[in-house]
């Protein structure tokens, strides 16, 4: 996996965990949500595809199959 998705995915997950612990209104909060922007938006101008950052439970399991 390319480390630009691998980002992108650590940055939105980490900005979800912090949006569960501190709310939405959190500083910290924004700030994750603008890094996860900002690594998925370096990700798509690398030619990655929006489904490589996001994957459904569908995609996941044709994967594995």
Do not use: E, F, N
């Not at 650590?10 to 939405?24: I, M, Q, S």
């Not at 603008?34 to 690398?46: T, V």
Request: aromatic letters at 2%; hydrophobic letters at 50%.
């Amino acid at each position: 996996m390319p480390h630009r998705i691998r980002a992108a995915r650590t940055a939105a997950h980490l900005a979800v965990r912090a949006l569960t612990v501190h709310g939405l209104a959190h500083p910290l909060t924004h700030l994750l949500l603008a890094a996860a922007s900002l690594a998925a938006a370096r990700a798509w101008d690398r030619g990655h595809p929006v489904d490589a950052i996001h994957t459904t439970p569908v995609q996941k399991a044709r994967r594995t199959c």
